[in-house]
């Protein structure tokens, strides 16, 4: 059902905790199932230094959590902009449609950390 990716990073998940030098953060929930998803996010010279998250939420949450904050550390602002559902899914290795909302969470999460962020 999910991807070898997927179940290795839900069981042990890097990055998950909270970030205190985080200057941008967002939060998303999934109200159907109770998710909670909060990204922590260090910018500095419009480069993302180091990403966090923290999760309340199923095994596909934690694991794009996870994932997804190993991708984002070293990245530009404008790179981080670029991310989408599709290239996410595929790192992800798939989820199936029921589940695929992980992925909305990190990027709403994310648009609102990168807004903040760059505000400062």
Same mark, same amino acid.
């Given at each position: 059902?999910? #991807?070898?990716?997927?179940?290795?990073?839900?069981?042990? =998940?890097?990055?998950?905790?909270?970030? !205190?030098?985080?200057?941008?953060?967002?939060?998303? #929930?999934? =109200?159907?199932?109770?998710?909670?998803?909060?990204?922590?996010?260090?910018?500095?010279?419009?480069? %993302? %230094?180091?990403?966090?998250?923290?999760? +309340?939420?199923?095994? !596909?949450?934690?694991?794009?959590?996870s994932?997804?904050? +190993?991708?984002?550390?070293?990245?530009?602002?404008?790179e981080?902009? +670029?991310?989408?559902?599709?290239? /996410? $899914?595929?790192?992800?290795?798939?989820? !199936? =449609?029921a589940?695929?909302?992980a %992925?909305? /969470?990190?990027? $709403?999460?994310?648009? +609102?950390?990168? #807004?903040?962020?760059? #505000?400062?």
């Open positions: 059902m999910y #991807s070898s990716i997927v179940r290795e990073h839900a069981v042990h =998940p890097h990055h998950r905790k909270a970030l !205190p030098l985080a200057n941008g953060w967002g939060e998303a #929930s999934f =109200p159907p199932c109770g998710d909670r998803f909060k990204l922590f996010l260090r910018v500095e010279d419009h480069r %993302i %230094i180091e990403a966090s998250f923290e999760a +309340q939420a199923c095994g !596909p949450v934690v694991a794009m959590g994932v997804g904050t +190993q991708l984002l550390c070293g990245l530009t602002v404008d981080a902009r +670029q991310l989408n559902a599709f290239s /996410l $899914d595929e790192r992800l290795g798939g989820l !199936p =449609p589940k695929r909302h %992925i909305l /969470l990190f990027l $709403d999460s994310l648009h +609102q950390a990168l #807004s903040l962020a760059t #505000s400062i």
